[in-house]
């Protein structure tokens, strides 16, 4: 994949994004005051609902998904091709007509990287443990040993200044580390003994340790002889790409409110993260062509963040660099992670938030509300939950700042799992589903625009 440069103006340092004047005069009701009657506000709530459901494109999102996951493929945080993803969404959303910002951020990376049979062998992204010790820059260049299931006794004289290749099962995984680093390995690479790539702690690994699946372990160990590079803490940069338009019909009261949408681009190594997350940045830039051509009452941005596979890092850095005034001016987070599966027992489309005290006890906001009634009226109420206590995607960096936010996200109703290939090479195009990414769309563009016109749920109605 050739990585395509970021050619427009950079956002300096960690500073935020410029923001558009507010110049919208302060209005209060275009229609005088009084609120509609109840049936002829339902009337005209679906004809609002139309006005964007009818514009959905399906073709357009999977469009994006292929971009996003066929010609680009993999888009690890920092790396070329998660670069060359955030220049083709900006590229999109400038094409729209939006304002677009690049902003980027540094951050710690701790993405393993296994190069074997030595520099110009194969490049394995591959799963870092979680606290793994790190490796400078250009990583620890060493030979391959084979380690077994690494009791010591696994651990061969050659292991002392090498690579320890250990499979998955015999041991736990801070024997396996502990054991390694007891016999001289430089580090450890752990393979599983089946197609999954999983995940892996040991607390204070004193050596850095990686976690691959079987066909990612079998070619290190065919490269044994040549040696290999194992590499931690290699990228440090990563961006977000913020695409604004103004307001174009009179906002509410004396400020500017703002409605935010964002989706994650980066995916998981190895994994070309059809589903997660090139559903959700494909629903945004539908949403944001819709949009772009309608009247709005509030502002609307558009963030699509990098890096949040290692910890939500670019929503984070977005919403903790904000300026408080413009933060108080957003009213609404609309996320979307996962939006797309065609896997049949995720049939229903749960709106996370952080609201309330637990899954026993989750608390509506804005977002649900919204979202859980535009469902009902567009005949969908018997396919989502909402709202459901979770975090662990973008919508928890905007919560954390005070913004009532919502993940949309496709999930099992009675397990509320994710579908299998969650995370997984499997995550391809071929199990994304136009339907429930239309379905999706439909909801979330007719929550939003009833957001953006400023018939916020819970609030009178004020025109529009
Ligand atoms: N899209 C996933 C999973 C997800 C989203 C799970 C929303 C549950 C709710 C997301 O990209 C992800 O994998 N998140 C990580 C946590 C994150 C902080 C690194 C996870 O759940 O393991
Ligand atoms: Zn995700």
Do not use: C
């Not at 009261?253 to 190594?269: C, K, L, N, Q, T």
């Not at 905007?398 to 109703?413: C, K, L, S, T, Y």
Request: overall charge negative.
């Amino acid at each position: 994949m050739n990585h395509i440069p970021l050619s427009r103006r950079l956002l300096a340092g960690v500073g935020a994004v410029a923001l558009i004047a507010a110049t919208a005069p302060a209005a209060t009701s275009a229609s005088g005051g009084a609120a509609p009657a109840a049936d002829s506000r339902g009337a005209s709530d679906q004809a609002h609902d139309k006005i964007v459901t009818a514009r959905i494109d399906a073709d357009r999102i999977m469009g994006h998904i292929e971009t996003l996951t066929v010609d680009i493929g993999p888009r690890v945080a920092s790396s070329p091709e998660e670069d060359a993803a955030a220049s083709y969404i900006a590229d999109e959303l400038e094409s729209l007509g939006y304002d677009v910002e690049v902003q980027e951020f540094p951050y710690v990376n701790t993405v393993g990287y296994l190069h074997v049979g030595g520099p110009d062998g194969t490049a394995l992204l591959v799963r870092a443990g979680g606290g793994s010790a790190l490796t400078d820059g250009d990583g620890i260049t060493a030979p391959v040993v084979d380690a077994g299931f690494g009791s010591p006794a696994d651990f061969p004289a050659a292991t002392a200044g090498a690579i320890a290749l250990v499979q998955r099962g015999g041991n736990t995984f801070a024997d396996i580390v502990g054991n390694a680093a007891e016999a001289g390995a430089v580090g450890v690479a752990i393979q599983n003994d089946d197609w999954r790539i999983f995940s892996a702690t040991v607390a204070d690994s004193p050596i850095p340790f990686v976690t691959m699946n079987d066909e990612q372990g079998e070619l290190l160990r065919a490269a044994a002889d040549d040696g290999a590079t194992l590499r931690m803490n290699r990228y440090q940069t990563s961006q977000n790409v913020i695409a604004t338009k103004a307001p174009t019909l009179p906002g509410r009261g004396a400020r500017d409110e703002v409605v935010i949408f964002s989706a994650h681009y980066d995916s998981v190594p190895a994994s070309p993260g059809a589903s997660d997350n090139a559903s959700g940045v494909a629903v945004m830039l539908e949403l944001a062509r819709i949009n772009a051509q309608l009247p709005t009452a509030t502002e609307i941005r558009f963030a699509a963040v990098g890096a949040e596979e290692v910890g939500l890092r670019g929503s984070r850095h977005y919403a903790q660099n904000l300026p408080a005034a413009e933060r108080d001016r957003i009213i609404a987070n609309f996320n979307m992670d996962m939006v797309g599966t065609a896997s049949p027992e995720q049939n229903t489309l749960f709106m996370n938030t952080l609201n309330g005290t637990g899954v026993d006890d989750p608390a509506d906001n804005l977002v649900s509300r919204a979202g859980r009634q535009a469902a009902e009226r567009l005949g969908y109420g018997d396919i989502v939950r909402s709202p459901y206590h979770r975090g662990a995607s973008d919508h928890q960096a905007f919560h954390e700042i005070g913004v009532p936010a919502v993940n949309f996200i496709w999930r099992d109703p009675v397990t509320a799992a994710l579908e299998p290939t969650y995370h997984q090479p499997l995550d391809t195009i071929d199990r994304v589903s136009p339907d429930r990414l239309r379905t999706a769309a439909e909801i979330i563009a007719a929550a939003s625009y009833r957001v953006i016109r400023h018939r916020v749920p819970g609030r009178p109605a004020d025109g529009g």
